[in-house]
């Protein structure tokens, strides 16, 4: 039987009328390095916040520009392959439309990477019950053989390897909107591709 591969995923993004950008980045670990990754996310809050309480987590947006250096430097390090999907126009009120369109091309991505569970940092019931009707409909396009793939949710704080998932998006998203560092120190590990979102 094929091992069953699972990718971590969590999103980035400026709704804005004229230069809104929705990015959800996805995290291929092998399974055999994911408590190491964790445990360098783990370090990382530590290094950035020595006085996080507990259930804390890494998040891109709450970082300065030196922190933000040395986690997408240290994700980098981490390696593996992150699979983002970069999806535009995102107007304002309209992020759950482009994140609709970005979930679909990811898991068509996903999928052909051999990913058959997509873990995300979980939301609102509504909003929950919401990706996994977009995953559906992304199987249904896949054709019957995709019937495995499926997302689950857990919760963003008790899960670090989301964190990377946070970094690499933050990441690609300030790229897009001309600020190019943080995207220059991944390195190679990341994979974008552009969504229509149609918004």
């Known amino acids: 039987m094929a091992e069953l591969r699972v990718a971590y995923a969590d999103e980035s993004f400026l709704a804005h009328d004229g230069t809104g950008v929705y990015v959800l980045a996805a995290a291929l670990l092998p399974e055999a390095s994911w ?12 290094a950035q916040r020595p006085k996080a309480p507990p259930g804390a987590k890494l998040h891109w947006a709450k970082m300065p520009a030196r922190a933000r250096i040395t986690a997408t430097k240290t994700v980098a390090d ?3 392959l992150h699979v983002v999907a970069v999806g535009a126009p995102c ?9 609709a369109a ?12 051999g990913v058959r569970v997509l873990r ?8 929950n019950d919401r990706d ?19 997302v689950e ?3 963003g704080p008790v899960e670090p390897l ?21 995207r220059e120190a991944l390195g190679d590990v990341v994979l974008d591709f552009d969504v229509v979102t149609d918004c």
Do not use: T
């Not at 408590?35 to 530590?46: C, F, I, S």
């Open 35 to 46: 408590e190491d990754a964790r445990d360098v996310m783990r370090d990382l809050l530590r």
């Open 78 to 80: 981490v390696g593996g």
């Open 91 to 99: 107007p304002s009120k309209r992020q759950e439309r482009a994140r």
């Open 102 to 113: 970005c979930l679909k091309e990811l898991v068509r991505e996903l999928y052909d990477f």
């Open 120 to 127: 995300m940092e979980a939301r609102e019931k509504e909003l």
């Open 132 to 150: 996994r009707a977009v995953v559906n409909q992304a199987r249904q396009m896949l054709g019957l053989d995709a019937e495995g793939f499926r």
């Open 153 to 155: 949710h857990v919760p």
């Open 162 to 182: 989301l964190w990377l998932c946070d970094i690499v998006a933050g990441a690609v998203r300030l790229h897009r909107l001309g600020e190019s560092m943080y």
